[in-house]
């Protein structure tokens, strides 16, 4: 059926447009105000009505139409922007960090946007940066009022402050084959709290001539990463590049035939907690990364394990993050952590940097699950090979 009064309204629509351009922000309103009234209202002429309401600061009419133009269009980035900026206005900064958050995701993925829409996410997003500092600040101040020593809270306290300020995202265990229920969400371990760290970090010396010679021989290294077999293909760039490198000593539970050309190495890590797992574990390797390179954030495989990192030739601005943690890279000092937590590393110097990797059991699982876990983990190699036959 014909609309009898949509020439009309859609004439008084345009007409509230050219007074818009005019700067006559009281005729547009009143124009938009009435197509609106009629239920005739687009997205787009709702979002030109709030512009007209914030032009004359009626703050609660303009975040009505903003409400309505999400009703319409639940991502319009222009709507999500402006009500970020109604509540920068007013003092509010959690509730416009929101809505900027919002904005930036419903844009992200986005091809082709105006100048103008690129503008103003880029404010939005330094807005957010500077609430977030305001109210973090604000958080100190009142610790600081109230006599908090934010040194006696401890590290774990200072990563809830940034992630409740908004600083920092909680960082959890995301494995990719494996997760073991109940275990500390702790990304970075302190060496000091194992007894044998002390006896590996000081034949530091004597295990860095081992690598580097190994590392003088190309035919002894490989890629880190490869693409596993019989597996569909993964979009991975670093599979088969040799800018990540690994000399394996140990692997999939064996020794290698690099293994005897470093015997200081092999002695240094008997004794150790580490897995012996069919087809698995022990598994260790000297691991170079070529200057420059940067490996991206990324999960391991399992939560049941903690992986090791001995520096053994370490130029500067070597850096290695866990979570919401990075920590520099030193020749000799030990770095454990759990790589089931999002982690990467960077190699920022025009050296190449080497350590030492293993893996130990994580000191919080009891004997009876380590043997339950080697129990199942020996049991899907035995499945996957029954499959094979």
């Given at each position: 059926?014909?609309?009898?009064?949509k020439?009309?309204?859609?004439?008084i629509?345009?007409a509230?447009i050219?007074?818009f351009?005019?700067?006559?922000?009281?005729?547009?309103r009143?124009?938009?105000e009435t197509v609106?009234?009629?239920?005739?209202?687009?997205?787009?002429?709702w979002?030109?009505?709030?512009q007209?309401c914030?032009?004359?600061?009626?703050?609660p009419?303009?975040?009505?139409?903003?409400?309505?133009?999400?009703?319409l269009?639940a991502d319009?980035?222009?709507?999500?922007?402006?009500?970020?900026e109604?509540?920068?206005r007013?003092?509010?900064?959690?509730?416009a960090?929101?809505?900027y958050e919002?904005?930036?995701?419903?844009a992200?993925?986005?091809?082709n946007?105006?100048?103008?829409?690129?503008a103003?996410?880029?404010?939005a997003?330094a807005?957010?940066?500077?609430?977030t500092?305001r109210?973090f600040?604000?958080?100190?101040?009142s610790?600081?009022?109230?006599?908090?020593?934010?040194?006696?809270?401890g590290?774990r306290?200072?990563?809830?402050?940034?992630?409740?300020s908004?600083?920092?995202?909680?960082?959890?265990?995301?494995?990719?084959?494996?997760y073991?229920?109940?275990?500390?969400?702790?990304?970075?371990?302190?060496?000091?709290?194992?007894d044998?760290?002390a006896g590996l970090?000081?034949?530091t010396?004597?295990?860095?001539?081992?690598?580097l010679?190994?590392?003088?021989?190309?035919?002894?290294?490989?890629?880190y990463?490869?693409q596993?077999?019989d597996r569909?293909?993964?979009?991975?760039?670093?599979?088969?590049?040799?800018?990540?490198?690994?000399?394996?000593l140990?692997?999939?539970?064996?020794?290698?035939?690099?293994?005897a050309?470093c015997?200081?190495?092999m002695?240094?890590?008997?004794?150790?907690?580490?897995?012996v797992?069919?087809?698995?574990?022990?598994?260790?390797?000297f691991?170079?990364l070529?200057p420059?390179?940067?490996?991206?954030?990324?999960?391991g495989?399992?939560?049941?394990?903690?992986?090791?990192h001995?520096?053994?030739?370490?130029?500067?601005d070597?850096?290695?993050?866990?979570?919401?943690?990075?920590?520099d890279?030193?020749?000799?000092?030990?770095?454990i952590?759990?790589?089931s937590?999002?982690?990467?590393?960077w190699?920022?110097?025009?050296?190449?940097r080497?350590?030492?990797?293993?893996?130990?059991?994580?000191?919080?699982?009891t004997?009876?699950?380590q043997?339950?876990?080697?129990?199942?983990?020996?049991?899907v190699?035995d499945?996957?090979?029954?499959e094979?036959?």
């Amino acid at each position: 059926m014909t609309d009898p009064y949509k020439a009309r309204f859609e004439a008084i629509a345009n007409a509230g447009i050219e007074a818009f351009r005019r700067g006559e922000t009281a005729s547009a309103r009143q124009a938009f105000e009435t197509v609106t009234a009629s239920g005739r209202g687009s997205a787009q002429l709702w979002l030109v009505l709030a512009q007209c309401c914030d032009l004359q600061d009626d703050r609660p009419a303009a975040r009505r139409a903003l409400d309505r133009v999400l009703q319409l269009d639940a991502d319009n980035p222009y709507a999500l922007l402006m009500h970020g900026e109604i509540h920068t206005r007013d003092g509010d900064d959690r509730a416009a960090v929101s809505w900027y958050e919002r904005a930036l995701a419903s844009a992200n993925g986005r091809t082709n946007l105006p100048a103008d829409l690129i503008a103003r996410l880029q404010r939005a997003d330094a807005e957010r940066t500077a609430a977030t500092d305001r109210f973090f600040n604000a958080i100190q101040a009142s610790r600081a009022a109230a006599g908090g020593d934010a040194d006696a809270a401890g590290p774990r306290f200072a990563e809830a402050l940034a992630i409740i300020s908004g600083r920092s995202a909680p960082q959890l265990q995301q494995p990719t084959s494996f997760y073991f229920p109940g275990l500390p969400q702790q990304a970075f371990y302190d060496p000091a709290d194992f007894d044998w760290t002390a006896g590996l970090m000081a034949a530091t010396a004597a295990i860095k001539a081992e690598a580097l010679a190994m590392m003088a021989d190309a035919g002894a290294l490989q890629p880190y990463a490869e693409q596993p077999r019989d597996r569909p293909p993964r979009a991975n760039e670093l599979f088969g590049d040799p800018r990540w490198s690994a000399c394996h000593l140990l692997k999939g539970g064996v020794p290698t035939t690099n293994a005897a050309r470093c015997p200081t190495t092999m002695a240094a890590l008997q004794g150790l907690p580490i897995p012996v797992i069919r087809e698995h574990s022990p598994m260790a390797l000297f691991s170079i990364l070529a200057p420059g390179m940067h490996i991206p954030p990324h999960h391991g495989m399992l939560n049941t394990r903690l992986i090791c990192h001995l520096p053994l030739l370490v130029p500067p601005d070597c850096r290695l993050r866990v979570g919401n943690h990075t920590r520099d890279v030193r020749e000799g000092e030990m770095l454990i952590f759990d790589d089931s937590i999002e982690h990467e590393a960077w190699n920022d110097s025009n050296a190449p940097r080497a350590i030492l990797l293993f893996e130990i059991w994580r000191p919080e699982l009891t004997t009876s699950e380590q043997a339950a876990l080697k129990i199942i983990f020996e049991s899907v190699v035995d499945y996957s090979g029954s499959e094979a036959n």
